[in-house]
Structures are given as C-alpha cells and as structure tokens.
C-alpha cells in the first residue's frame, strides 16, 4: 500500500485528466468525486475510477469537453443534457435550478441526459443535505444483473442513493446498489484474484459461483430477491424512459463491447421540508433525531457513519492505496 | 372455506362498516380497497382487514365520520388532514389536486395527516397509473421492526409501492413491505397456528424465532438487511417528519395498547411522463416494454402478474375465505 495526502491524491487526480486532454471543468469536478470516494474510505469509487475515465476517453465513449446545457423542462423539472460528458459536471450546472424550483414548489426533479456515469451518488446528495433538503437519486447502469427469478442481465447494479439533512450534524445519507454488491468490489477481487461471497452472482450458466471473473461474465444478482429486483426496475424505469434515456441493456449495447462507463441518465428528485412543514419544520425535524438516537442507541449504525470515520481518519492521515493501482494510475500521465 | 361472489364480498363489508356507524363515505372507501385485496388475492390485506377497522373504532381510535380536509401547501404539494378517519377517503379527497399540481409541475406530492392506516397501496397506486402518472408512496406503521444490527422494533413494516402506466395493458406496480414480510402474513400464521420461517424476526430476548405470536411480541426484521433498513429508516422520515407527522415508534406510543391500526402520515409522490418527455413521450414509454419483455422473455415474473391473475379469477369465481373468518365478520354486524 502506498500512502498519499489529500491534496498529492488530488494532484494525481487532476495531472491523470489534464494531461489526457479533460477540459478544466471536467478535471475539476471528477476529480473532485473520486477524491470523496477515496477520502471516505469507498475505494470502489475512489482513485480506481480514473483507469475508466482514461480507458472511456480512448475508447471514444465520452467528450472530455462537453459543455452540459440546462432546460427549464416544467415548473418542478430541470433538465440537463450532459452532451456525453461525465455526470458530475452536468450535475453541477443543474444544481442551482433543483434547490431554486425545489424551494418554490415544494419538490421538484433534476434529469441528466445523455451522461457518462460512475460516480457514487452520495456526492451528489451531499450537495442538496447541504443545501437543508431532503434527496433520493438513482441511475442505470449496463445490463449486468439478472431480475429475480431469472438468469440474464437486464438490469444494472441500480444504485438508490438518499439524503436528510440534520441541522449542526452530518447528514444521513445511504448510497446503495440494488445489485447484491457494487460491480466496482467484483472488479476489486478479481484484480486481486480472491474469490467472492456466494449470492453475489451467477455464471454464463446461470450456476452460483464464488469466480468473480465468470459473475463478471454472466450476471449479477439483486440484493433482497424479488423486492430487491422490484427496486431495480424501478430505477431502470425511472431513471431511463421516464426521462428519455437509455435502459441498462441499451446502454451496454451502445458500449459495444469496449467496456466503458455506461452512458445514459440519472434522475434526482429533492424535496423542501419547509415547503412540506410551514413553520413547524425545526421541531419536526427534531423529531427525525429521535429516530436517529432509537437506532444508535441499540447499538445499530446508521448507515453513513462509516464514511464520515473514514473522512476524519482521511482528514489527518492521509489515504493508501494498492501499490499496484497507483503505479497503474502513474503510467495514465501523459507527457 | 367459503365461497362469495364479489357483491356478497361487498355487501358483507359495507354491512359491516355501516352498521358500526362508518359514514357513508368512509364505508364506500374502505370497502373498496378491502374488496380491491380479497379480489387479488391479497388475503392479508382483504376482508381480514374489517375486524381491525370495527376494533379500531371500538377503541377509539379512528374517528367513524371524519371529513377530511385539503390544503394547498406549495405549487407542488397538497396536503389532507384526514382528521382521525381511515386514510382512504383522504386519499381520494386529495387524488384531483394530486393530479392537477402534477400535470402542471411534472412532479408533485400528496401528504395525507392524521390517517388511521391498514390499506394496500398498490390500490391507490392504480388510481395514479390510470391516470397515465407514474407514482411512488410510502407509509410508516407501528414500530414493530427492528433495525439491521439491532434488537428492539423502531421502524414499521413501512411499505414501499411503485407504479408505472403501460398502454394498454395492466400497470407495472409492486408494493412491498421494507420488513422481511408483512405483519398481516405473521398474524394469519398466528391465528392459524402455523410456524413462521427463519428470517421473519426474533423474540424478546432478540433471538431468531419461528413462533408467530413470540415474533409478534419481539421484533420483527427487514428484507435485505442494511439495505432494507436503509430503506425502512427513509420511510419513516418522508412519511413520517417530513410531512409533520408520526414515526411508527410515536404510532405505536399513541396506539396505547389497544392493537388498532396506525395513526399516522403517508406520502404519494407522482410525476407525468409527459412533462418529462414532451411529444417523444410515446416512444420513451414503448421502450419501457422492451424492459419488460426481456424479464418476461427469460421466465422471470413482474410483481403484479399474480395480483392481476387472481383478479382475473375472482371476477369468474368470486373469492373464498375460510369459515373461521367468515364467522367473526358476520359477528362484527351489528342490529
């Protein structure tokens, strides 16, 4: 394991994009993503990532100059089309027309179209928590778990990413995969050649298997059997038709086998608990921290706790990453 | 069992409401969805459900004649206080401005207060669907789960349901509790004096039972583990503080031992599909099929197929339940 501060992991970050020719824009806000995932201790979505921007980048499958464009799509819509940039920036241009229709209407929704994908949505959440809101997004991904009851691909791993925000503390937030694991930790173990748990996938068969390369060649299974592949559909649903965008299946078909970042939408949606409460919000909310407390205080977790461990340690130690990885994310520099 | 056509089913529940002093509206109400769960083979929340409405009325807790009230909260919500009655009427007391707000916004919300609460969801997510809306709503119940990780019940079954309109044929919905099964289905297990599966709960001392009545005293516990609680725990706060109301915890405090059905919030979220998608509605909306093709195609099954075939059934057959049950319905008639 090699050891890097926050700001040589940012470094390495941005001289990785730079130099492959993202635009500044684009340097910044990946790069802005990855370091959280590797700051707070997801290392599935930290610095890893980078060898798909490049590999995306040289496949042809995303524009490292895309500049997003924003629709005022309906009162409580907005739209932004990435025009085949990474998500994070499109996000970003969005962001203010969310919080301003979310705060007049009560709740409203934010579309990206047309985005190259891996980011971990708690980010994104992140910024509407910040922002006093309350937030759920979800995303596609390619065609890689097999609906329940089934044996191939439909779905992608689906990620349902949600957001309270507690006033003076850090938010609760949880960020999950509706796929039984993220795909990222079945690439993690085969990269370190260690077989995966039972219940994570199938073989091209539609046997279990414990081979993460032969799951990652045949399918995926759901987290929660059939109520976890309910979700799935859902989030397929949601987050491609209902805002005209690619399904995980049409996304891997447009991948075309060069393994790429999927390339379709995400849909977030946020609500304002002072449009729902009037001026009952502070003690109503108050009332969520009594939630909070009937789990803590059993000794369950809530389910961001670990992360903001992680960031703290990260705060002052610094992160470590593989050996192997950084030497891998070194060789990406070009020039 | 017994067998009754679907107007004997109606009529035995509207005698039932009626007779126990439900007004009128409340009786057409509640006997719509009862029927709604008999006719699809939803047993737990079917005719079953008459003794807790008679027993929640006969303890107080549910008010027989209450009208509920529609407020305008933002350009996007409507809010109905229910005012102690069953929630089914303030459902459909807020359904037209539910509409309209979504229509006109994209996407909107409807935050129903003070309902007492035992209906299935998927009825009112139906009502959405035909409007041609996609839907999503959610409720807490009394605090009978447990959270991943820990032993005592703070969440309620917390039922999440989904819609999304298909011309021409019947909806894509599922509406599935966030615990590992419904309540409902623990207590017929109960009355039936048949043992539950593992998984289902844990007694008191928080070990891991298959004695129905010892789950029904301990706790209860979510599907998927700390993704299901993840899910649970945003349950309780969307449909719970952030509308100003009650957590199932703050429920169950106020049920007081009397074993009513809650009292408490439900959120119905809605978003049209023609505001997202303007005149390529259509066309996005096709693409949907070929989602569900490929998990029909593989013999995989959409969540609603079973409710929809049994419907099917019950308009030729009528509905059968057994004659213990039937006895104590007939009981409940009053004069």
Known sequence: MIRLTLEQAR?????????????????????????????DGCASHGLYRLLGCVSSLKAGKVVADAEPQVFDQAPAIVRVDARGGFSQLAFQAG????????????????AINRCVHFSALWVEIEALTDAGLVALACTPSHAWVAPAGGTQPVFGTNPIAFGWPRSGRQPFIFD???SAIARGDIEL???????????????AQGQPSTDAAAVL??????????KGSA??????????????????????????????????????I???????????????????????????????????QRRYQARARSAEQGVQIPQALYDDLKALILG
């Open 189 to 203: 173990h085969r990269r370190a050649g260690q077989p995966i748990p039972l219940g994570w996938g199938i073989d």
């Open 270 to 304: 946020a609500l304002d608990p002072r449009r729902f409460l009037g001026e009952d919000a502070d003690s109503h909310l108050g009332r969520a921290e009594s939630l909070f407390a009937s789990i803590q205080g059993q000794g369950a977790r809530l389910p961001s």
């Open 95 to 110: 962001l203010p027309a969310l919080l301003a229709k979310t705060r007049d209407c009560g709740i409203a929704a934010l």
């Open 176 to 178: 999950f995969a509706t």
């Open 217 to 226: 060649n045949g399918a995926m299974l759901t987290f929660g059997g059939h």
């Open 11 to 39: 470094e390495l970050a941005q001289d990785i994009l730079r130099s492959n020719g993202f635009s500044e824009p684009h340097v910044q806000a990946v790069t802005a993503t990855v370091l959280a995932g590797e700051r």
């Open 231 to 268: 979700l799935a559909a859902m989030v397929e649903l949601i987050a491609g038709p209902l805002i005209g965008d690619l399904t995980s299946a049409e996304s891997l078909a447009f991948d075309a086998g060069s393994r790429s970042s999927p390339y379709h939408g995400e849909l977030i």
